[in-house]
C-alpha cells in the first residue's frame, strides 16, 4: 500500500530549526487535510499540525508559534518549518491524512533537540 515518505529530521540544538517534508501520493494528497504527528518516546503518537486542501492550519497549543505548515499541491509536499525548538519537540514525525488516517504510516522521519 501507499506510504508518505518523510524527510528532513536530525539533531538539532535547543531554539534551533529544521524543515520537515513529506510527499505523499497524488490521488488522496489532493483532497484531503494533511497533517504532521509526532510520537515521542513512551508516548501516544500525537496531531500536532493539519492543513486543508485550500491551506486553512490549525495547531496544538504547544507548538503554536514556533510551526509552519504549509503544502504544496503541485509537489504533492507537505511541509513542516519548526522554530525555536525544545527538548520536547524531540519525537518521530510522521505525515497522513487527518483526521481519519488514508495512508499507511511511512518510517517517519526522527527530530532530537539537545539541551
Known amino acids: 500500500q501507499v506510504q508518505p515518505v518523510e524527510s528532513g529530521g536530525g539533531l538539532v540544538q535547543a531554539g534551533g530549526s529544521l524543515r520537515l517534508s513529506c510527499v505523499a501520493s497524488g490521488s488522496i494528497f489532493s483532497i484531503n487535510i494533511m497533517g504532521w504527528y509526532r510520537q515521542a518516546p513512551g508516548k501516544r503518537r500525537e496531531l500536532v499540525a493539519h492543513i486543508t486542501n485550500r491551506g486553512i492550519t490549525t495547531y496544538v497549543d504547544s507548538v503554536k508559534g514556533r510551526f509552519t505548515i504549509s503544502r504544496d499541491n503541485v509537489k504533492n509536499t507537505v511541509y513542516l518549518q519548526m522554530n525555536s525548538l525544545k527538548s520536547e519537540d524531540t519525537a518521530i514525525y510522521y505525515c497522513?491524512?487527518?483526521?481519519?488516517?488514508?495512508?499507511?504510516w511511512g518510517q517517519g522521519t526522527q527530530v532530537t533537540v539537545s539541551s
Open positions: 497522513n491524512t487527518a483526521p481519519f488516517l488514508r495512508y499507511q
